[in-house]
């Protein structure tokens, strides 16, 4: 039997317009990659030159057409409406994407001409120049608007839909998440992941120890859950103590094994503290998809539908595999601390089996590759200083729109740099040209050192390369031609030595100006700014492993040229650290209002605390302003705002009271001001003179105005929880609505649904047993699409009452968030097949989106708990309409009652047996309904097997619309899986006359398997109601016997080998093993039902005992009370006479 494919629509390219231009190809110049746009009006010169030349001897200019769409750039000759088009003469010229024309030129001097200039090779780093002209000069602007237009068009779709190429790259792998360790180097020894795991049992073994003392008698406490082992050893951290110490003997007895690495480059290289490593909890799901993509990595949780880590391929810096943990493996990655650093973590991640994580990482030794061929590739060619066309660059820049007399000037300048020989070399091919004239003299000498200086860039090392070369060859000699560039790397380094040793002596100077004079001419103000910021900023990574922290921070802080001696003293003692997450205060923004200060100092400086030096390096500032305050006799002007810059600072941050003007006296020579509480006003003057104070509040109007805001900030909470309460209801609601996004065959109308919803919201339904024909009666009329999944689990509730004691053996009841904690061998399958099932739905159409991970969560949990089915194409698409119409988890409950109590299991085995009786079984139904068409698919040798076998793996979900697959849903919960060969039955019968007018196996097949599931509404509806109408079940058992039978007769007829003969028996043989099996559990479920039926009726007679001797003293009660009553009615006179007599 052919294997099932499924095909998905492929999408038009968005915004694909095609504009086309007549123009004329001048001529083309291949050019290197970092041509600038200065260099480029040269080239087109040359081009332009060459061309002129060419022409002379033969025409060379010749009509062309430029194509211009979103999806490509074509240039093809242009033969006319005279000439006949010839494949030969008409193969295109050049074909690119938009996105590689990265330059264009319009000439203003000559504007009929342009240019552009296309990556033709990113490895070689060359580009061709392309120069064309249009005859008529107005259409240039439009031409170079179009292609810019359509390069934006298609780098757009590039960010907008990734997936196309990623999804096809990207591997997605099954993983568990132990946990993450906190280490101390981006690189680790091989034995990491096992010292990891070892942690892992060490936190792990201390949390247990914890809850026994907790709990001595072994039970939990009344608060905590019971926490489960696995049976996974392999699992850290979930051992027995006597496991523990069993493997930390073997572990002594292999540790040869790894006796390269001592321990104590492991323990040194993990951090020691509980605290920073972390196991993950037992009691949550830690499964996730680890998914590896072109230059990244996801962890995606099939629970949350979140990705809960996403690391880029330059963020991990070491990948390994256990040693004795082979089915384990994990990676260290940099991330950001809170103080502004960063720190290296390792995660560690356990696979299925080892043959899993063996292929997880060749597959990220393969990406790894793969990324950084493209990284550079895609990496844009950049110029150092000491570049040869950078040189080039500066020259063009300089004579851009200078006249020919004055660029012949310059490049005589420019030539003189230059060696004799190179010189000499230019002088003579300009001579052999003869130019006329001073401007086709520049061209050509510009035209020669381009080409000088392209074939210098080749050997060229740039400057961080050559660094690089450097740091990995220590002692060894650097190329013969990096010796120049080095010597152009020590000028510079010479230039700005004397740059910063001049502005040193020349601030050296400002200060002791400043210092004699005691005026306020001394800029506090910048140096202030520019130290707070210079401490403020991370320094690189680079910087920050070169240079150490002392070291750093006193050249960060001498960067000022203003500091005074006294606070200069204080440098080595308090370097600047980041400020730790405990302390940090984040600084407000530089607002009009408010400038950056630092948080709340102590009353006394704590040494080595954390911005101490900041701190105290504001105090400096602070005296040195009241130094000079007090020491000049000029008196120091504080700054006041006018009325309008008042009324902006009240608009932007409120002020209420203030204290006095003297107040901010320290900072006025600072230019700053400290933020003000936000209960002082601003004392400034208004536009009619000085502002009033307001009275200052008292204690009971302060706590009005506290009661005031807390019950304001109540509200405010109960109105945000009122808010994510609805948003959570909006998004289940259009949730559901993009759920359940199909069209209805059957219209169901009001009288129906409220039939429905009477019976749905009756309550205790699940024990009460309704009328069989009013069920059947609604089904028919249709079934509403909004209450279509509760109506599946009415219709499953009501199958279990009508047969209390199942016919088949049901699976194990393990809850269902037991199975998604654990890995399943199926993953492959199951992944492959997500983006194949409903690929034009919107639910299941995102990569790994919310509608792909439920439904892989459900086909895993299905494989583990039905091992011997594990998962069978098709199965995803009979979940996905499930879980269309319901939640995860019901939808995996109803999984198992189809698969289970309907009956659908049995053709999802691996022999597929049952699926083959099917087919005889479909083909036997044609034969006696509709022999004509029987006849005439035999004729074509059309078995059932070629159309059909989807029809049954997937229930009609592959083809047929959602709509009509509802329906058969419908009618399966109410009849069972031979629902499935009376719709195939309909639907071949009610479409026999156009089956019937092909002639050949293709077009039949192609018929059947395209044509049929397109069939109308109307169509539909009257194959829905035919199938209610239909009863074959006598036909199918009598069918399946005679399968057997008939298979039986043809192994004992058959004039066969012996070696034949005995695959053939054997072959049977395994078949009768499997009916026995089937059998053996249908005889074990009839003695359980025996046993519970013994049980029952024992049940019965004992109560019927207890109700006879209940009968026997209720009736001895009632002779007693009958006396009574007697005795009572005797007449009084009776009694009167006792006494006398």
């Known amino acids: 039997m052919e294997p099932i494919t499924f095909t998905a629509r492929k999408h038009a390219f968005p915004n694909e317009v095609s504009v086309d231009f007549g123009l004329q190809l001048v001529g083309s110049l291949p050019v290197h990659s970092l041509t600038t746009m200065p260099m480029l009006p040269w080239v087109v010169a040359e081009v332009r030159r060459l061309s002129g030349q060419a022409s002379k001897k033969e025409p060379v200019t010749k009509q062309v057409r430029l194509w211009v769409s979103p999806s490509g750039l074509k240039c093809e000759p242009d033969p006319g409406r005279s000439q006949q088009w010839d494949p030969l003469i008409c193969s295109s010229i050049f074909e690119c994407k938009p996105q590689r024309v990265h330059k264009l030129i319009h000439n203003s001097h000559d504007p009929s001409y342009f240019a552009c200039l296309i990556k033709e090779d990113a490895a070689h780093r060359q580009s061709i120049c392309y120069v064309f002209k249009a005859d008529d000069q107005t259409k240039v602007p439009e031409i170079i608007s179009s292609i810019r237009q359509a390069g934006k068009i298609a780098r757009q779709e590039e960010l907008r839909c990734p997936s196309e190429f990623d999804d096809t790259f990207a591997k997605k792998f099954e993983v568990l998440f132990c946990g993450r360790v906190t280490v101390a180097h981006k690189k680790a020894p091989p034995a990491l992941i096992d010292e990891c795991i070892e942690k892992f049992n060490h936190v792990s073994c201390s949390r247990r120890a914890d809850w026994d003392a907790a709990a001595p008698s072994g039970e939990p406490g009344p608060g905590e859950p019971r926490r489960p082992m696995r049976k996974s050893f392999s699992q850290p951290g979930l051992r027995s103590l006597a496991f523990r110490k069993e493997f930390q003997d073997a572990s002594r007895r292999s540790s040869s094994f790894f006796s390269s690495f001592e321990e104590c480059d492991i323990e040194n290289h993990l951090i020691s503290g509980h605290n920073i490593v972390q196991p993950t909890d037992i009691e949550e799901n830690r499964t996730m998809l680890f998914t590896i993509g072109q230059s990244e990595v996801y962890l995606i949780s099939p629970d949350t539908k979140k990705i809960a880590l996403e690391k880029n391929f330059k963020e991990i810096s070491f990948c390994s595999q256990g040693i004795r943990h082979v089915d384990h493996f994990g990676f260290i990655c940099r991330e950001s601390s809170g103080g502004g650093g960063f720190h290296f973590v390792c995660y560690v991640f356990q696979c299925a089996n080892e043959a899993l994580v063996d292929e997880i990482m060749m597959t990220l030794k393969q990406a790894f590759t793969v990324a950084a061929v493209q990284q550079t590739a895609k990496a844009p060619a950049q110029l150092c200083e000491g570049c040869p066309l950078q040189g080039l660059h500066k020259l063009c820049e300089r004579i851009e729109g200078m006249n020919s007399s004055k660029t012949k000037l310059e490049l005589q300048k420019h030539l003189t740099t230059l060696t004799n020989q190179e010189q000499a070399t230019i002088f003579e091919e300009v001579q052999k040209l003869r130019p006329r004239n001073e401007q086709r003299e520049n061209e050509l000498i510009i035209s020669f050192l381009r080409c000088l200086y392209e074939e210098k860039q080749k050997e060229h090392i740039h400057i961080g390369e050559m660094k690089q070369i450097a740091a990995e060859n220590i002692g060894s000699e650097l190329p013969s031609s990096a010796t120049r560039f080095r010597l152009d790397m020590l000028k510079n380094k010479a230039k700005r030595s004397l740059t910063e040793s001049l502005e040193s002596i020349l601030s050296r100077g400002n200060k002791a100006r400043g210092l004699q004079e005691h005026s306020s001419s001394v800029d506090l103000d910048s140096s202030m700014s520019s130290t707070l910021s210079n401490t403020s900023k991370e320094p690189s990574m680079g910087d920050r492993d070169a240079m150490p922290n002392s070291e750093s921070s006193f050249k960060l802080l001498s960067s000022s040229d203003d500091l005074s001696s006294d606070s200069e003293s204080h440098l080595p003692e308090e370097p600047p650290a980041l400020l730790s997450p405990q302390q940090a205060f984040r600084r407000r923004a530089n607002t009009l209002s408010h400038f950056p200060v630092e948080g709340p100092e102590s009353s006394e400086p704590v040494q080595g605390s954390p911005g101490v030096s900041q701190r105290k390096l504001l105090r400096d500032y602070e005296s040195k302003a009241n130094h000079f305050g007090d020491s000049d006799t000029t008196p120091v002007k504080t700054r006041r705002h006018s009325w309008r810059q008042q009324i902006f600072l009240r608009v932007a941050t409120p002020q209420k009271a203030c204290d006095s003007p003297s107040r901010y006296d320290d900072y006025s020579e600072l230019g700053e001001l400290p933020p003000r509480s936000p209960l002082e006003p601003v004392c400034e003057d208004g536009p009619f003179g000085p502002v009033p104070e307001e009275k200052k509040r008292t204690s009971r109007e302060l706590r009005e105005l506290w009661k005031k805001a807390i019950l304001q900030q109540i509200l405010l909470l109960r109105m945000e929880k009122e808010n994510q309460k609805l948003q959570a209801s909006e998004n289940d609601l259009q949730n559901k609505r993009l759920k359940l996004d199909y069209e209805e065959i059957t219209p169901c109308l009001k009288e129906v649904t409220t039939i429905w919803e009477k019976m749905l919201s009756t309550p205790g339904r699940s024990k009460i047993k309704f009328d069989m024909e009013k069920m059947h009666s609604a089904v028919g009329q249709g079934v509403p699409r909004h209450h279509r999944g509760e109506i599946w689990k009415f219709l499953a509730e009501q199958f279990h009452l009508k047969h209390p004691f199942p016919s088949k053996q049901q699976p194990k009841d393990v809850p269902y968030k037991e199975l998604l904690k654990q890995l399943t061998s199926q993953q492959h399958a199951i992944l492959i097949d997500l983006g194949r099932t409903f690929p034009t739905h919107p639910y299941f159409s995102a990569q790994l989106g919310a509608g792909q991970l439920s439904l892989y969560n459900i086909l895993k949990a299905y494989s583990l708990l039905d091992q011997e089915v594990g998962y069978c194409q098709g199965l995803s698409f009979v979940a996905g309409i499930l879980l269309l119409h319901m939640s995860e988890e019901e939808a995996f409950k109803m999984l198992k009652f189809l698969m289970f109590d309907m009956g659908l299991r049995k053709q999802y085995r691996p022999d597929m047996i049952i699926l083959q009786i099917q087919m005889y079984q479909l083909s036997r139904l044609l034969h006696d309904y509709h022999r004509d068409l029987y006849n005439h698919l035999e ?203």
């Not at 793996?953 to 849903?969: C, D, E, H, M, N």
């Not at 089956?995 to 059947?1008: A, K």
Request: glycine letters at 4%; a negative charge.
């Open 939 to 1141: 004729e074509h040798e059309i078995g059932p097997s070629l159309y059909a076998a989807p029809w049954f793996l997937t229930v009609f979900a592959s083809q047929f619309p959602l709509g009509f697959v509802a329906r058969v849903f419908d009618m399966i919960f109410l009849q069972g899986s031979e629902v499935i060969f009376k719709v195939a039955l309909s639907l071949l019968g009610s479409h026999k006359p156009l089956i019937l007018q092909h002639e050949n196996l293709e077009t039949i097949v192609d018929f059947i398997k395209n044509t049929l599931p397109n069939l109308g509404l109307v169509q539909m509806e009257k194959t829905i109601n035919q199938v209610f109408e239909m009863d074959i079940a006598k036909q199918l058992q009598a069918y399946e016997v005679e399968y057997h039978v008939l298979q039986e007769e043809l192994i004992d007829s058959s004039p066969l080998s012996d070696n034949q003969r005995m695959d053939k028996l054997e072959k049977t043989n395994s078949s009768l093993r499997k009916q026995n099996l089937d059998l053996l559990e249908q005889l074990q479920v009839a003695n359980s039902r025996i046993q519970s039926l013994e049980a029952t009726i024992e049940k019965l007679l004992s109560n019927e005992s207890k109700l006879k001797q209940a009968t026997l003293a209720l009736e001895l009660e009632r002779s007693a009370l009958l006396q009574m009553v007697e005795e009572l009615r005797r007449p009084p006179a009776q009694a009167s006479e006792g006494p006398g007599a």
